[in-house]
Structures are given as C-alpha cells and as structure tokens.
C-alpha cells in the first residue's frame, strides 16, 4: 500500500437509517409531504446541533482507479477547526498520519520517514485533489453539507424519497447582464463582450455549486448529499449507511463517499466504531528531525 497517497485520499474524501422516534410521532405521510420549508427547517436543525468534537475507530477502504485499497485509522474531528487521522493497517502500529486544518495538509509517511506540508492549492498541484475540511467534518457526522440558509431550494420526491435542491446561483451572471446595456466603454460591443465573459468565468468560479439531499420519510434521517460543481464538470456523493444514537446525536456508522471528475473517479467507505462525542481532543503532530520531504 501506498501510504502517503491513501492517507491523503481519506482526508480528501473523506441504505437504511434508524429512525429515532416512533412511527407515530411521524407529522407527513404521502398524501401530506413536508414543504420544502419544512424540509429545509428539518435539515437545519441537524447542522444547529452539531458535535464539537468526535472520535472514532474506522475501516477504511478506498479506489482511486489503482485498485482497492483497505486499512484501519483512528479519526479525530474538532469542529470548524481541524482533522487528524492516524493510518494503522496492521498490529496497530501507526505507518501514516495527517492533519487537515482550514488552510494546510500535513501528512507524515513512518515507513519512508518523509512528510509533505503545504496548502490546500499546493496540495491540489501536488496531488489532484483539493482538501475540504467543511466538507469533511460535516461527512463524518452525518450532516447536510453546504446547507446555506440563503441559498433558494425546491423539494420534490424520488426513489420514494424526500429531496432538496438548491437552485443554481446566478448573481454574478446577473450582474453581467445588467453591466451590457448600459455599458458605453470605449472599444464598443466587442470590449463589452470581453467584459462579459471575465464576469462568466468569475460565475463559474464562485457561483456554481449545486446541493441535492435524500431524506429518508419514515425516519426524517439524512441518507444522502449529492454536491456538483458545474464549473469543473466535478461531482461529490456522499451516502450515510445506518446511524445510532450517541449522546444524542444520530451519527453515522457507515460513510460512502464517491468523487467523480471528467476521466477520474476516486470512491471510498469507511464503517466507524468505538464512536465518543464531545469528548477534548488532542491532534498530535510533530514532525521528526530525521524525517525528509516527500519528492515532488
């Protein structure tokens, strides 16, 4: 196995559901679904009530298009702030370890004695894929990612499911059309145009992310957040596979994670166990002086 590479594709990456509740305590039913503000409110109530902190024992299996991939790791998720995952395939010795904070990656290879540390840009030219530690830690707590009380929705439902959509975010592709009327540069229709298009691609950029979720009817339980951006032609599914009570939290045992891109597909699960919420955290990581840096 190589370490390092699956070290970082399990930061990067990261059914059925348990319903919490009797039947009968259940509000909506086929003939009367839930609005899209209810379903909205419902959602929103799961990411109000995050946990602070998590820690958990995982089973890890992972294909990036190299072949299957599988090992234990400890995982630790400090909300909003940081996660550390420590990679142990056999014995319960540690052969890697990385930590994935708002604005860096760090990953140490024990076997090869190496490390790499750099940003999340850097970490994207060094390895094609760019750490989301949002993404992330709403993943491994079972949350709707990128839920924005802003942004418009629609629900529908598909495959015997409740969905939510977000509608797709045009203000910067607006603002461009309220530019070319008015616009009376020197250099006409054709610096107008050019004009146009810089704002196009600053839309493309920023504004084109789309978010899809499944909500299970019987249970009101999130099973599955389906993110696309439309600029970059990319696609992250994440799917939560069984949940149980912690704390009072309903947290997901099993994760499936599959991100997809034009001529690459990288998946991935994880079954997670010996589950502690809200208990402090330590994220230990120092570098040792024999270690080198990893080759480009």
Known sequence: MKVPAAALVLALLLGACSSTKPVAEQRHSASHPPTTAEIFDLLAAEMNKRPGYLSARAEVSLDAGKGNRSFKAHLRVVHDSAIWISVTPALGIEVARALLTHDS???MDKLNDQYWRGTHDQAQARF?????LALLQDAFMGLPIGLDSTERYRSSREDSMYTLASKERRRFIRAAEDIMPGDTLEGGRE???R???RILRQ??????????YWIDPDSLCLQRVLITDLA???QADVRYMMRKAVKGYRMPTGIALTLSAPGQTASGGLRLERIEINEPLTLPFRIPEKFTPMEP
């Open 203 to 212: 839309a493309e950029r920023k504004e084109m992310l789309v978010y899809k």
């Open 195 to 197: 004009r146009l298009e």
């Open 232 to 234: 970059r032609d990319q």
């Open 128 to 132: 094609g894929v760019r750490p989301n």
């Open 191 to 193: 610096l107008r145009e």
């Open 105 to 107: 990656l760090m990953i």
